[in-house]
């Protein structure tokens, strides 16, 4: 689904990227709310840097074709909306400047695509299953997955109508609609069992650091005096404790599907490569700009081992996105503190004076 330079023509990858950078602008607002607490930034940083690892495993999907994960709807289930928008665009920004993955002039229409589209269509459709669901676990759990298969093929008709605005080769949008739609259905199921998996392994060990599943629980009620009356609330055991060991485990995943199994992955192409082949709808790639990075096409230049190169590339991907999202979850945290600690003062000053 990385679109790369020349498909798309420059007002409309412009235009792109100031829809990309005022969303980007309304997360950055928004994420300060959802990074309420101290390790929630840590978290944000990690989910970045996984998601960052799994689009590294393209998983076959039909004759000739595979898909990778996207990872809107298991970032905004996982973090928020807010903060899931952030995670991949940090993603696709260290994909495009290191990788040579993604257009440079087209990381407007990536971050439209991938991480804006997928991540509010995803988070729409998970709060309104959750709410219609039971609340449980496994509620979460199947909510994800419906969530996540519906993102995917919703990102493919985001494409398809950029194309159609802005597109650079005379195809039928027809075409190019149903060849993407089609495909992405398919690579929609492989996005919604990782997705499903992922959320179902955090919630059922720590459902704490899930932001989809704040509220699960419903408030225990207390017969006083003849009334139903809510109990007093009560630190839950998880949160007590530390989130460190949560942290190192997923950084440890990341590394070793990055560095190790990535080498397994799919060799063919994926979905939109495959249909803008058969379509012809890539006449006029250009070259990346990033074409000569060191890391370009997820190896490291003079490593002739093609295992060694992939996977180092793989290895130093993660570690550059944990610490470049991490940072900037930290940073956004700092500001929110410093934000509520500035209106604090004047109240206190107020009442003292």
């Known amino acids: 689904m990385h679109v790369p330079d020349g498909f798309i023509n420059a007002p409309v990858s412009a235009a792109t990227g100031l829809v990309a950078a005022g969303a980007v ?32 495993l393209n998983f076959p999907v039909a004759a000739g074709t595979s898909g990778h994960l996207l990872g809107g709807a298991l970032a905004a289930i996982l973090v928020g909306p807010y903060t899931g928008v952030l995670c991949v665009s940090v993603v696709l920004l260290m994909q ?50 419906v969530a996540a ?7 493919a008709v985001v494409f398809t109508l ?39 392994a955090v919630v059922t060990v720590r459902p704490d650091l899930v932001y989809g599943a704040r509220g699960l629980h419903k408030t225990l009620k207390l017969k006083v005096n003849g009334e139903l009356v809510d109990a007093p609330a009560a630190a839950p ?6 989130h460190r060991k ?19 992955a799919s060799a063919n192409p994926d979905g939109l490569e495959k249909v803008a082949h058969d379509k012809g709808i890539d006449q006029k790639t250009k070259e990346h700009a990033s074409s000569d990075s060191p890391l370009a096409d997820y190896g490291v230049k003079d490593i002739a081992n093609g295992r060694l190169s992939g996977g180092l590339a793989g290895i130093i991907g993660v570690g550059v996105t944990v610490v470049a999202g991490t940072g ?22 107020e009442r003292v004076s």
């Open 96 to 145: 495009g400047v290191l990788f040579a993955d993604g257009g440079l002039t087209a990381l407007g229409v990536n971050i439209t695509d991938m991480a804006i589209t997928t991540t509010v269509v995803a988070y729409l459709v998970f709060r309104g299953l959750v709410k219609l669901l039971p609340r449980t676990r496994r509620s979460i759990t199947v909510a994800s997955f």
């Open 246 to 264: 949560v942290w190192l485990i997923g950084l440890a995943a990341s590394l070793v599907l990055a560095g190790f199994v990535s080498f397994y």
């Open 162 to 200: 950029i194309y159609a605005i802005g597109g650079t080769t005379d195809v039928s949008t027809a075409k190019v609609a149903t060849a993407m739609v089609g495909v992405h259905v398919l690579i929609g199921i492989g996005e919604a069992v990782i997705t499903a998996l992922t959320v179902g």
């Open 25 to 56: 602008a309304v997360s950055l607002r928004g994420a300060r709310r959802e990074l309420g607490s101290e390790r929630a930034a840590p978290l944000a940083g990690l989910v970045a840097a996984f998601i960052f690892a799994v689009q590294m």
């Open 237 to 242: 055991v998880a949160a007590a404790r530390s």
């Open 149 to 155: 298969l519906l993102s995917v093929p919703a990102a």
């Open 328 to 349: 900037i979850f930290w940073a956004l945290r700092r500001r929110r503190t410093s934000d509520a600690a500035s209106t604090e003062v004047p109240a206190a000053s």
